[in-house]
């Protein structure tokens, strides 16, 4: 590593992969040294950098458009920014959006303004190994370039898929790139970070691979009933390709993160600073698709069971 310099490690991944999972787990060790770390959300609202937030302060929000497009010239701000920090910050983890192409994030940090201040240390790539080749068309695509660009792959959701199917999918990604199967992204920490990376002239993913996604945010003003929130995820078009945010459950009194990827949900108890917090979920599917109207008003009938 360049003593002389922060270390950035960028994050990528499809959307559901587990790349908040991960980003906690970094976060919560204080042997990565003194970080910052960027997070980068496909809507209005945040949801990413809300939940690392409760583990550590030094979170940088970037919202509501592709990093590797439309917010690319803040991400630039944002890093010529933190490299003013050297020596009291050593690292800087880059959370890409689910829609992103890392390859641009990686050219980014070759500009001169960052050069004498930054350098890469690591690309890794989260897969989804029980929805990896479900993908099809423009999203496949995108998911290949995500792990094309990566010096480590993590094949997370290992338990979800056969010992067979991991080593297809290792084959898949092919033998130059090391990969890892995880649970949860659980990992030892000497293989997260420090990695040399080694940037290879890939070609990214055209910028336009961000119209393929729309995204919205419904904000709730009652509790959910548990049950029926439940069974309405898990009868969710496939269109609707993530849906996370902060609900209010019957019965409860402390709120709860809601990641839903798939047929599966994952409900985490908030801080209690969220307590007082309207219930706000993000939805990214499909453009298109035309599910907005009637996503909201089932979530809007369902508040008043």
Not at 3 to 24: D, E, M, P, R, Y
Not at 146 to 162: E, F, I, M
């Amino acid at each position: 590593m360049n003593s002389a310099s922060i270390a950035v490690t960028v994050v990528s991944g499809f959307l559901g992969a587990g790349k908040t999972t991960l980003l906690n787990r970094i976060a919560q060790q204080p042997q990565h040294g003194r970080m910052a770390v960027i997070v980068n959300d496909f809507g209005e609202l945040n949801i990413d950098a809300a939940i690392i937030a409760e583990v550590t302060d030094a979170v940088f929000s970037l919202q509501n458009g592709c990093i590797c497009c439309t917010v690319q010239e803040d991400l630039l701000a944002q890093l010529v920014s933190l490299s003013q920090l050297h020596p009291r910050l050593d690292r800087i983890v880059i959370e890409c959006s689910g829609v992103s192409d890392p390859q641009r994030i990686v050219q980014t940090l070759g500009y001169p303004q960052l050069k004498a201040h930054l350098h890469l240390d690591t690309v890794i790539t989260l897969v989804d190994a029980s929805g990896y080749r479900a993908l099809e068309g423009e999203f496949a695509r995108l998911s290949r370039a995500q792990v094309a660009c990566a010096d480590l792959v993590l094949l997370n959701k290992a338990d979800l898929v056969s010992a067979a199917e991991l080593q297809s999918l290792r084959t898949d990604i092919g033998a130059r790139t090391r990969v890892i199967s995880t649970v949860q992204a659980q990992i030892p920490d000497a293989l997260l970070l420090g990695e040399r990376s080694s940037r290879n002239g890939l070609t990214p993913v055209p910028a336009s691979h961000h119209e393929l996604f729309e995204s919205w945010t419904w904000q709730g003003t009652q509790a959910l009933p548990a049950k029926p929130l439940r069974d309405w995820l898990g009868q969710l078009p496939k269109d609707v390709f993530r849906l996370k945010g902060l609900v209010h459950l019957q019965g409860n009194d402390q709120p709860f993160w809601l990641q839903h990827v798939g047929h599966r949900s994952q409900f985490t108890l908030a801080g209690g600073e969220h307590a007082q917090d309207c219930a706000q979920l993000v939805f990214i599917a499909r453009r298109g698709s035309g599910l907005r109207e009637t996503m909201e008003r089932q979530l809007q009938e369902m508040q008043n069971l």
